[in-house]
């Protein structure tokens, strides 16, 4: 198995344009998680999926975020419009429902200038 | 959500055994308790859980306190590969679902 897989791994962005992150989670795992990780926060959970429905998204920090989970092979983080304070490590991971480990992906890190 | 407390890091010789400590006072009935490390420059990896009992799998070792206040994780033969910080997390699966609180966590350093 590939493992959780995201694109891009890298992304530059000016400050107001739209960036989005893109996960495709382990075959299987219904579940999904998106966190961002930065030396000031450390490591946040921004929202969560089960079957491709969004179950906690309380973490996402304000209305710029979004995040979709079409199908259970696919989803995107979607940050409109960026700004510098979103540079950050973006992880997507996923789980199957009945484990407790968490596959972490290899991170986005997006930079907003 | 419990709290849980490391130490910032510490330091091990290599293929020396590691005891990497956790407060938990809070723990509640429910709550278990996960290990994840993060090496450098990658997404953190599941290293091991448990409720009550010690647990072991080819990673590591778990230590319970018998009150559950404390847990202790324990790498038998430490390797400049285990280099990394690692997070002590309680996940009461049962009310918090699958919802995953990352701490500070301890920056384990490794010395040839």
């Known amino acids: 198995d590939a493992g959780v897989i995201q694109s891009p791994r890298h992304e530059v962005t000016e400050m107001g344009q739209e960036v989005t992150l893109r996960c495709k989670p382990i075959?299987?795992?219904?579940?999904l998680f998106w966190y961002r990780q930065t030396m000031m926060r450390g490591l946040e959970l921004l929202i969560y999926f089960n079957n491709n429905v969004p179950i906690d998204d309380s973490g996402m920090p304000e209305d710029r975020f979004s995040a979709k989970m079409p199908n259970a092979s696919f989803s995107t983080l979607k940050i409109q419009p960026s700004e510098p304070r979103d540079s950050a490590v973006y992880f997507c991971?996923?789980?199957?429902?009945?484990?407790?480990?968490?596959?972490f992906g290899p991170g986005t890190r997006l930079t907003v200038t | 959500d419990a709290k849980t407390t490391q130490p910032n890091s510490m330091e091990s010789n290599e293929e020396e055994p590691v005891h990497l400590p956790c407060n938990h006072s809070?723990?509640?009935?429910?709550?278990?308790i996960h290990w994840y490390r993060q090496l450098p420059s990658q997404g953190p990896e599941y290293v091991i859980h448990?409720?009550?009992s010690n647990v072991n799998n080819r990673m590591a070792s778990l230590a319970i306190a018998e009150d559950r206040k404390s847990s202790t994780l324990i790498l038998h033969r430490a390797t400049l590969r285990d280099a990394a910080v690692y997070y002590c997390?309680?996940?009461?699966?049962?009310?918090?679902?699958?919802?995953?609180?990352f701490g500070a966590g301890t920056r384990l350093f490794v010395k040839a």
């Open positions: 809070t723990i509640s009935g429910t709550d278990y």
């Open positions: 075959s299987g795992h219904d579940y």
């Open positions: 448990g409720l009550t």
């Open positions: 997390i309680l996940r009461d699966v049962y009310t918090g679902g699958f919802k995953t609180i």
């Open positions: 991971a996923s789980s199957p429902g009945t484990s407790h480990e968490q596959y």
